[in-house]
């Protein structure tokens, strides 16, 4: 018989709008050439989710394993805000100040973009998503559960 820890965890699944975007394939690839040099020249970038829904991490990376399972995540994340939207909520003081400069002294790009940097961050464990408020809290936290089922998926 189900407890109630699982009776709660059934209804967030079932209520959880990112849960089975993924699937169940493998949704990570191989870069192409291309990618490779934009990732030879940029060592620092873990990885990206693709224009053609891939998730590719960067060979020429620095990170440890674990920190590429945690870039892994963030773009797990990423994809799935890309196939279902990213959620609307406010930046606050600190999130505008931090991307209005991050990229060499350039804004980081559109606010969607921002949104969907936090979020991957923060499902991620990366503390960079600048004190982020509880809504966003709250949508990091549906987004894990699906990136998390999916990866428990493709593991089988």
Do not use: C, W
Request: glycine share 6%; hydrophobic share 30%; no cysteine.
């Amino acid at each position: 018989m189900p407890d109630d820890k699982d009776i709660l965890n059934l209804i967030e699944k079932e209520h959880n709008p990112y849960m089975n975007v993924l699937g169940a394939e493998p949704v990570e690839r191989e870069p192409k050439p291309e990618e490779l040099d934009y990732f030879k020249a940029n060592p620092h970038v873990g990885g990206m989710a693709t224009e053609d829904q891939r998730v590719i991490l960067n060979p020429h990376t620095t990170l440890t394993p674990e920190q590429q399972q945690y870039v892994k995540q963030n773009e797990l994340a990423r994809l799935i805000m890309m196939k279902k939207g990213v959620p609307e909520f406010q930046l606050t003081p600190e999130q505008q100040q931090y991307f209005a400069t991050m990229n060499q002294g350039k804004p980081y790009g559109p606010e969607e973009a921002i949104r969907a940097t936090i979020l991957g961050r923060i499902v991620s464990g990366d503390e960079t998503a600048q004190n982020p408020t509880p809504e966003q809290i709250n949508y990091a936290k549906q987004l894990h559960s699906a990136v998390q089922s999916y990866l428990n998926q493709v593991k089988k």
